[in-house]
């Protein structure tokens, strides 16, 4: 009787052992460089699952696993670290990988450039050029800077109109967000940004915004607030704020999605196909059984990779995106057509139909003109697939093109230089990057003279329409996501104050029309007008909405944010209009308006503004 005891003690004992073992418990901890400072944005995964967490502004993560589990710490530019679990605290430094890119690309008959880039854009970037029958006996080295190789399309920006003389403003709605993720790549690598990569609007759409859910018949609803100018106290900024229905991702449509990866040589560094493939898994993470998956890839040839197949079967399609190697050139274009072959091959009716490209967009092998390109797009957004468009690399990023793409194809633009970008793109905004609730979504502003002098649409060069336009249903435009929030900014001159920014003189042969009368419409402002389209309808529907001309002298801390990132962008383009505008305003603005910031990025964009101000 005793040893049945003894027994029954001893496999208690080994049981809550074992238990004590295999437990899971939270692991936290901090990951620094060599320097001893954080890294944020770190990927921290427990190894063979899906479970993953990134490390926040301090360097510190959280996550749950068990004893003897093993954490693998990656970060774009450091070599990857695995960590067998063995205490609740793990402190983890990384070293950074001192890998190089080495690419071929032929430029011609008998000539061929061989380029050398560094992980960083700080570090010159050696090029060798050979031709065959030259007179050179060795290559011919040239140094340059590793920003020279990005494109962006240059604008001017938007000027003051008059409200009398041209009183309609109409754009086309941007959801776009790949300005600011790139400019701040690009400061916190001790850079400025080159003028023409500051789009204003981007910027500012790239934060969400708390606007009031819509409850009405129509999917997206908008609100208004004006406020003093922060840069120019005699002006005020009129803010609208539009808000699309949001929808749980259980309750979003099935999704027919292709994935249209770069595998080209130019991919081949840890910022590009490495990071494309741990995006790729992160958004497979979100996907239901219901859902399907092809993947398409592109480099010398175009290569169906895996049909389309259901995101129940999750191993076949990480084993399919695991397998991918970057080599070669980029025939980004005979990509594209593919996609969209099978996009409509698979095509699901009344559901989520989209490509989700992954480049640099560097496409120099079959279509590569961005002329053609464009019109290949605008033919194929009738079918009724999307276009989201994931820019990656540093060095030899073609913004132009990406920004082309997604305007034309129906889609949106965002770029991911990190895993923690990846996250709030592909996870945490997973229903607005992925599914469109309102399509050709467009804004007409038209401005009461009686209060306005003169008005300027903060941003959204790329965007503008002719007033026509906005009741032309062949005129393409913007598209919203689920839960979606887009944010327009008008810095308006009041009637009385003087326009200082542009006038001209009398006409010779006609009399100006005089001041109109204010008696019907004494309090509005301005009258916004919003037309969209349903997903799967060619004709618009279209709801307004009348403005009153009421200052509000203590604006939400949303609005204040708004307005702090604008003077932002304002400052990093050199704007003619930024008035009074510096660093410490935008700072100070951007800290009242912080508010919950839950994820933490308003207080990112205070610590890139204070990066930024010591750069200048």
């Not at 960590?83 to 605290?89: A, H, P």
């Not at 450039?113 to 854009?121: D, G, I, K």
């Not at 034309?408 to 709030?424: H, L, P, R, T, V």
Request: net charge negative.
């Amino acid at each position: 009787m005793k040893k049945v005891k003894l027994l029954l003690v001893l496999g208690s004992i080994f049981l809550g052992t074992t238990a004590l073992f295999s437990q899971r418990m939270t692991v936290t901890g901090k990951v620094t460089d060599a320097g001893n400072q954080p890294l944020i944005g770190v990927s921290v995964m427990v190894k063979g699952t899906n479970s993953g967490v990134a490390t926040d502004f301090e360097g510190s993560y959280r996550i749950q696993a068990q004893r003897e589990d093993v954490l693998v710490f990656s970060y774009v530019g450091y070599l990857t670290r695995e960590i067998r679990v063995e205490r609740s605290i793990h402190n983890v430094g990384l070293e950074e990988n001192m890998a190089v890119l080495e690419e071929m690309v032929v430029i011609g008959m008998g000539r061929t450039e061989r380029r050398v880039a560094s992980l960083s854009p700080s570090i010159p970037v050696t090029i060798e050029v050979m031709e065959a029958g030259s007179f050179y006996s060795s290559p011919v080295s040239v140094s340059y800077d590793a920003f020279q190789a990005e494109e962006y399309n240059s604008f001017s920006e938007n000027r003051f109109q008059s409200a009398r003389e041209n009183p309609l403003s109409t754009f086309s709605l941007d959801v776009n967000t790949a300005s600011y993720s790139n400019i701040r790549r690009m400061i916190n690598q001790g850079q400025m940004p080159p003028k023409d990569a500051v789009r204003i609007e981007e910027m500012i759409n790239y934060f969400n915004y708390e606007y009031p859910n819509t409850t009405g018949e129509h999917p997206v609803s908008f609100t208004t607030e004006m406020a003093i100018c922060p840069w120019n106290e005699q002006h005020r900024i009129v803010r609208i704020g539009v808000k699309a229905k949001e929808i749980p991702n259980e309750d979003l449509p099935q999704a027919n999605l292709v994935f249209l990866i770069d595998v080209s040589g130019s991919m081949s560094s840890a910022n590009r196909l490495p990071l494309v493939k741990s995006s790729l898994k992160m958004l497979l993470n979100n996907l239901r059984d219901i859902d399907r998956v092809a993947i398409v890839t592109y480099a010398n040839n175009v290569r169906e990779v895996l049909p389309s197949t259901p995101a129940s079967d999750k191993q076949k399609i990480i084993d399919a995106i695991d397998g991918l190697v970057a080599s070669g050139g980029t025939a980004g274009g005979d990509g594209i057509q593919r996609a969209y072959r099978i996009a409509e091959q698979n095509f699901i009716r009344g559901g989520n139909n989209r490509i989700v490209l992954a480049t640099d967009g560097d496409f120099n092998i079959g279509i590569s003109n961005p002329r053609e390109l464009e019109n290949f797009i605008e033919t194929k957004r009738r079918t009724g697939v999307f276009l989201t468009v994931l820019g990656y690399g540093m060095g030899n990023l073609k913004d132009n093109r990406l920004q082309i793409l997604s305007e034309k194809g129906n889609g949106n633009y965002a770029y991911i230089d990190n895993i923690q970008e990846a996250y709030k793109v592909l996870v945490h905004e997973f229903g607005g990057t992925m599914y469109t609730v309102a399509k050709d979504v467009k804004i007409q502003v038209e401005f009461n003279p009686a209060h306005v002098n003169a008005y300027r649409l903060v941003g959204y060069e790329s965007r503008m329409l002719n007033k026509e336009d906005f009741n032309d249903d062949t005129k393409d435009a913007g598209e919203l996501g689920a839960g979606h929030t887009v944010t327009v900014l008008y810095e308006i001159i009041p009637a009385g104050v003087e326009n200082r920014f542009g006038s001209v003189d009398n006409l010779r042969y006609q009399q100006r029309e005089s001041m109109p009368s204010v008696t019907n419409f004494s309090n509005e402002l301005m009258t916004v007008k919003l037309r969209y389209k349903d997903p799967e309808s060619d004709v618009s529907k279209r709801f307004d909405m009348p403005v009153a001309n009421s200052l509000n002298r203590n604006p939400s801390a949303d609005f204040k944010f708004a307005m702090s990132v604008a003077m932002f962008g304002q400052l990093l383009r050199d704007s003619d209009f930024k008035g009074s505008s510096d660093y410490q305003k935008v700072i100070a603005l951007a800290r009242e308006g912080v508010g919950r910031d839950e994820q933490g990025y308003r207080k990112e964009f205070i610590r890139l503004a204070e990066v930024a101000g010591q750069l200048r």
